[in-house]
Each structure stands twice: as C-alpha cells, then as structure tokens.
C-alpha cells in the first residue's frame, strides 16, 4: 500500500512538472531550437524534482511512525470532505438551480470582460474587475488570463455556497454545528487554487521567471517540513534563545522537575516591596513576554520598578507522563511561596496567561479554602477562561473522539507539541498555514525573520495524561465553575470563595479565548475586580508596549452586568493598557526598598543556577 501511494505521488509530480513544461512551452517566446532547449530544461526540472523525491523516500525508508495523523493523511481528507458534503442540501434540484443560475452569472460577468460570451462586446475591458473578491487572489496575474479568473471566481463562489449551506443546517445539536461549520472552512480553505502549483498563476509565473528554481526551492521547503513534522513559519536560524530573543538579564534561580524560576536584574535603585511572579502558558515557551527589547513585557515591567519573577515550564517527557491537576497548581503555590520566602515578603501579585490564567483561578480557590488567600496580594489574568461554555474555536476539537484521538497520539506519555501546533495553526489555516504554502512550497520563497512566529513555532510537549483532564473536565464538561465539582492538593475548588483583587483582561479580536467568555470570569470572583477590553486578540492583544502606539483599551467605571453593557458604556483609551496596569499595582501599595541582596540575583552570597532564559526553554 505504501508503495503504491509512492507511485501515485510520484506520477503526480512526474505530471504536474510535465504540465509547467507543457505551460511554459506555450507561454514563453521563441521558435525553432530555442524551444527545444526550454523543452530539455524543464526536463531537467522535472527530473531534479523527481530525483530529490527519490532521494527523500529512501531517507525515510523504516522511519514510519504508524498512523498518520488526520491533517495529513489525504484518505481521511476525502473522507472528511466527503462527510461535510453529505451534511448539506446540495442534492436538492431547488439549490442545483439557484447555484447553476450563480455559475453562469460569473461567468458570463467574468468572460464578457475578456470580450468573451454572449456580453462579450458590452463588456470587455482592458483591466477586468471581478465580481467577487478576496486578497488571496489580489495579484494581477488571477486576472491576467481568462481561465485563472474564472477558475478563481467560481472557487469563491462555491466556497461561499458551502459555507451558506452549512450555516443553515439546522438539525443538529450546538457543538456539532460548529464542528460541521469549522470542517466546511477548513475544507474550501484548502482546495483554494492557490494553493496548488498548475492551478496558481502567480506560482506558474514565477517558475517562469526563475527558469524552475523557485518549484526546486519550494519542494525543498516542503520536504523539509516534512522530515520535522512542522510547518516552517520563519527563518529558523534566524534566532537564538539568550542572544536576540529573551534576552532580558536575569538568573534562575530554583528549579524543579516542572519547572524553573527566573528572576530579572532591576535597572532601577528601587524597587516596589512587593515582587510579581508571571505564570506563562505552558502549552507555549514563557519568552513570548519577552520577545526583544521593544515589545518585552518583562522588560518593561522591570523599567517600571517590579522585582520579576518569570516561571519556565519543562516541556513534557516520558517521565511526567503521570501529572495532573494537581500537580500544575502546586507548583503554582511553591513558585509562589519560594519568592515569598527568598525576599522575606508576605505576599505576591501573579499574572495567569491563558491556561495558566485559569490554573491560577484554581490555585487561588485552593488559597482561599486553606485559609492562605493573603499570600497573594493581587491576580491578573490575560485573557484567561475559566467558564468554557462559550470557549472559542478549540472547542471543535474537544469531544469524546478527539480526546481518545489524543490518547493514540501519546504513547509515551506525553503529547508532541508539533500535534498542538497543528491545532492551533488550523484554527487560522490561511494566515497560518496556506499563505505559507503558496509563499514558500509554491513559490520557493525565502522564510523571513520574524520572532512572534519564531516563538509561534518552538513547540512544548504537554503530559498526556493532564492534557485530557484538562480537555475533559474544563473544556468538555466545564466543571471549574461547578463550585466542588473539581478538586486539588486535597481541597475542593469554589471559585467563589476567591477574594483576592483581580485584573480580567481580554482581546476584543481573540478567537481562543474570546472576550464574551473571558467576561464570565468576572461572575466568579467575589473580590474587587478590573475589567480592561483591548483591542486585537490573544497574542497582540496582550503583547502591546505603549512605545507601539498600537491598538487601544476600553474600560467602565460603572459596575455592567454583562459585556455589551461594558461596551457600550466603556470609554476608549488610545496605545497600550499596560500604564493602567501598573497604575492599578501602585494603588496596592507604592513602598520601596532598595535594589539590593536577593533583589538582585547572582549578587554576593546568592547561589544562582544558570542565567536567563534557562535551560527548560531550550529543551525540545
């Protein structure tokens, strides 16, 4: 079987190469034996491309991992395909008639403007402009033929179709509707024509233009991408951990088996008494607060006279197949309870990003029921969900099959970040995933540098066993808001009993944790709270240094029930809300102490273990 799917794609190849060379005869100009030496070069292409194929399969000969996973195994593609078809009335003879009469309508509106069909005088034009538009086809070259035109304008029409059809399928319970919504999506974002070589005349031409190099390039990219599982966003030699990217001085200074604890250098003489310690997503490396120089929250907060603490995740191995719950939540409280005691404080404010933002709400109820909730003297929460009825685009992947799925994808005890990757690149497949097929697979374009998606790509495993939990028990079955429901270090959690200040922020634009549902947050916490709404989503909406001058930030001096009461009586800030963070910190308690002993790690007498970034960030 696996010979014969080698056949197939070599065919495919073999006759996609002899069709540029088929393409290209006619398009280039020349006669005689001038075209007879372009037939043996793309010859000489075709075989280049065929021989590093070759080349490639014997590499890979007994590296075979079992089955494949669902986005790359083009039987289930069909088989996905084929199940969002049946879904939708396509087969009724009223929708056949409505979408034959829109076919021949772009078609006519498109052919007349190449002085073509039966509007071929009245509307011919010089430059066409097409009915239906979209920037992935904004290049010239889809209008510079009359095939590439049609070809495109009945894809968006179709596509539009399907996804009108699938909106009105009204005979299925909620989540499978956005399953079904998501699949269709997915589906007609990936048969675009742009994303295939004889389909993209933007790709033909520029295999024109560079006589075949760019196809050579392009499937090099390709094939290299395949040989590490990943998708490459950017150029990978591009950044290195502690040399141009998390480069904020600092020292570890505790570690576990789970975890390390970084604590930067003060640049000013004084400090404020009480210290933050950050808790990053542990799906994703800590570094994403710490970018560079420019957009570094960490370096910012330091600026600000904050003693920052930065916990680094260990990205997960067969040895931490067994964490839990339980687990992620007492190293909250020993991160926590080690920078109380190493600078002889009472207490703490913490930052939960995301996912550590909703283990830091149960970290806190844990607190709370052990009478210990004054180790904390405040809580901010970057767009953090800890009701996840309404919890974004990962809920189309969180049902009893997709959570066994991922027990099959993690045999060893963990599952592989370049899985998550995928996941979360699909959410957003054409800025993620076909903008880059086209650029680099198709075109051979060079991998830019660019450290948002540097850090995008540097993947974190996750304990198997605590990823299902958490799918199962958060996001499927939504029981951290079921006060009692959920328990942890021995204690039941009622986020209710959480009366520590808290700081809710969420992305006007995020499609992960959206803000409708990180509003709900606020329904749990029976302290004093401050909502800020900012503009963008889950990453720029976070990581926005007011030296940007980007977006903006919506706050309410009101007490709103709901978020459109919020927003509709919010007012508008302009930049970045981090000043009115560090304003809302301050009112805390503005006492300082000199930046000295402990508060300057890896100083006299204070055994350090390594600089910053650490070691955790860089294991794969």
């Not at 002899?18 to 290209?24: I, K, N, Q, R, V």
């Not at 600026?303 to 197949?321: C, R, Y």
Request: charge should be negative; charged fraction near 20%; proline fraction near 6%.
């Amino acid at each position: 079987m696996a010979t014969d799917a080698t056949e197939v794609f070599s065919d495919m190849l073999r006759s996609q190469a002899m069709g540029m060379a088929t393409l290209f005869g006619q398009m280039l100009p020349g006669e005689g034996s001038q075209e007879a030496q372009k037939a043996v070069h793309w010859a000489e292409v075709a075989g280049r491309l065929q021989s590093i194929w070759a080349e490639f399969q014997v590499e890979q000969l007994g590296k075979a991992t079992g089955e494949k996973s669902h986005y790359t195994d083009p039987v289930k593609w069909v088989a996905t395909v084929e199940a969002v078809m049946r879904q939708l009335p396509l087969t009724n003879p009223e929708v056949q008639q409505g979408l034959w009469d829109e076919v021949i309508a772009v078609l006519t509106a498109v052919l007349g403007q190449y002085g073509m069909g039966p509007r071929a005088f009245e509307e011919a034009k010089d430059d066409p402009r097409m009915p239906l538009r979209d920037r992935r086809f904004a290049d010239p070259e889809w209008r510079s033929k009359p095939i590439f035109a049609v070809l495109h304008q009945l894809y968006l029409l179709l596509s539009s179709q399907v996804m009108k059809h699938a909106e009105a399928v009204d005979d299925i319970e909620p989540g499978r509707k956005a399953q079904l919504m998501f699949a269709a999506k997915t589906m007609v974002d990936a048969l675009s024509p742009a994303n295939f070589p004889l389909t993209n005349p933007v790709a033909l031409a520029r295999a024109n233009e560079t006589g075949g190099e760019s196809l050579i390039r392009g499937f090099e990219n390709m094939l290299g991408d395949l040989r590490k599982g990943q998708m490459t966003h950017t150029n990978p030699a591009a950044f290195k951990l502690g040399e141009n990217i998390a480069v904020t001085p600092g020292k570890v200074v505790h570690e576990t088996e789970l975890f390390q604890i970084i604590q930067y250098t003060p640049t000013t003489d004084k400090v404020l008494a009480t210290p933050l310690v950050i808790f990053p997503p542990w799906i994703n490396r800590f570094y994403i607060l710490d970018l560079n120089a420019k957009k570094s929250f960490v370096r910012w907060a330091v600026e600000q006279g904050l003693t920052v603490f930065m916990v680094s995740w260990k990205s997960a191995d067969a040895s931490m197949a067994d964490l839990v719950w339980d687990d992620y939540i007492q190293a909250q409280i020993e991160a926590i309870d080690y920078v109380r005691d190493r600078l002889k404080v009472p207490a703490v404010h913490t930052i939960g990003y995301c996912v550590a933002g909703t283990t830091l709400a149960a970290t806190l109820a844990v607190l709370a029921r052990k009478g210990e909730a004054d180790k904390v003297a405040s809580a901010t929460f970057f767009t953090a969900q800890v009701d996840f009825e309404g919890a974004g685009d990962l809920k189309v992947f969180v049902d009893d099959q997709q959570i066994e799925t991922i027990g099959q994808l993690s045999p060893e005890g963990y599952v592989d970040g370049r899985y998550l990757a995928a996941t979360f690149n699909i959410l957003r497949g054409n800025d993620l995933i076909w903008n880059y097929v086209e650029k680099n697979y198709l075109k051979g374009e060079d991998y830019p540098a660019f450290d948002l998606l540097h850090w995008n790509g540097d993947v974190t495993n996750l304990p198997a066993r605590w990823h299902r939990d958490y799918l199962r028990d958060l996001y499927r079955d939504n029981r951290l808001v079921v006060a009692d429901s959920l328990s942890a270090c021995g204690v039941p959690i009622d986020l209710h009993r959480i009366t520590t200040p808290a700081y809710v922020q969420a992305g006007r634009e995020d499609h992960i944790a959206p803000p409708t549902s990180v509003w709900k947050f606020t329904h749990y916490l029976s302290g004093p709270q401050t909502f800020v709404l900012a503009g963008s989503g889950h990453i720029a909406g976070v990581v926005n240094p007011p030296s940007s001058g980007k977006y903006q930030y919506w706050t309410h001096d009101g007490s709103p029930d709901t978020l459109e009461e919020f927003v509709a009586g919010a007012k508008e800030h302009p930049g970045s809300w981090w000043p009115h963070w560090i304003e809302w910190i301050r009112a805390f308690g503005s006492d300082e102490v000199t930046a000295r002993g402990k508060r300057r790690p890896g100083g006299r007498g204070d055994k350090v273990i390594e600089d910053a970034p650490g070691r955790y960030v860089m294991t794969r």
